[in-house]
């Protein structure tokens, strides 16, 4: 079992930063990435990023565009997610989940959700 906890979370205004973390704990041997995935109100969880460790690989959603950053304390077992030029519609709760596929974006794939961390971008 891995327990996942996300913070980092506020209330920014258009344009500012924030790095949210998701720290994991338990069985985090058994999974192959981490992904962070972000629900806004009345909408579906969507891929925003995920790190893989064997190999070294990072992927974002589209519409990151250049704006985020994942990485990882291996050491810490810790995955960050710095987000800069932050827009309002990036305002959701951002959740961390892990996968035993190194390479999966699909939300049906991850698992060991966190209670997830709320980022409000204001205009």
């Known amino acids: 079992q891995v327990r996942l906890t996300e913070s980092g979370g506020g209330l920014v205004q258009a344009g500012g930063s924030l790095r949210l973390s998701c720290a994991a704990s338990?069985?985090?041997?058994?999974?192959?990435?981490m992904g962070w995935f972000r629900q806004a109100p009345g909408q579906e969880r969507e891929f925003v990023a995920r790190i893989s460790w064997s190999p070294d690989s990072t992927s974002y959603g589209s519409f990151v565009k250049g704006r985020f950053t994942i990485s990882r304390d291996a050491a810490k077992n810790t995955v960050y997610l710095q987000m800069n030029s932050l827009k309002p519609e990036d305002t959701a709760i951002y959740y961390c989940?892990?996968?035993?596929?190194?390479?999966?974006?699909?939300?049906?794939?991850?698992?060991?959700w966190g209670q997830g961390t709320q980022v409000t971008v204001s205009s």
């Open positions: 989940g892990t996968t035993s596929t190194w390479w999966e974006s699909r939300v049906d794939q991850y698992r060991n």
């Open positions: 338990g069985r985090t041997f058994s999974s192959a990435a």
